[in-house]
Nanobody, 124 residues
Framework: VQLVESGGGSVQAGGSLRLSCAVS????????LAWFRQPLGKERERVAS?????????LYADSVQGRFTISRDNAKEMLYLQMNNLKSEDTAMYFC??????????????????WGQGTQVTVS
């Protein structure tokens, strides 16, 4: 399984970005997926996660609830994170990650076996 993020960049506070994650696998719909982030010098934290199959369940960190939306497109094997009303505290390296079925949106970070290389988001 390979994951490749894209869509990061620099944006002013209040702006928007959409992150994308291309997932190379034969059984994309069997994976729970998530976005994590790691600010410089700080620990990695979960931003949002989405269930397998149709993605009916999502989980968001309190800090992004109502501003970020996670989604998946099984036909394109893509994971997305729409980020609106960005704040300076959203500045971090963002990673997508995959967890094999059976899985749930609240599975701990160590359950995610496959990770992308990350894409930087800077909000000023």
């Amino acid at each position: 399984v390979q994951l490749v993020e894209s869509g990061g960049g620099s944006v002013q506070a209040g702006g928007s970005l959409r992150l994308s994650c291309a997932v190379s696998t034969y059984t994309f719909s069997n994976y729970c997926l998530a976005w994590f982030r790691q600010p410089l010098g700080k620990e990695r934290e979960r931003v949002a996660s989405i269930s397998d199959a149709g993605g009916a369940r999502q989980l968001y960190a309190d800090s992004v609830q109502g501003r970020f939306t996670i989604s998946r497109d099984n036909a394109k094997e893509m994971l997305y994170l729409q980020m609106n009303n960005l704040k300076s505290e959203d500045t971090a390296m963002y990673f997508c990650a995959a967890n094999w079925y059976p899985c749930e949106v609240d599975d701990p970070e160590h359950s995610y076996r496959w990770w992308g290389q990350g894409t930087q988001v800077t909000v000023s």
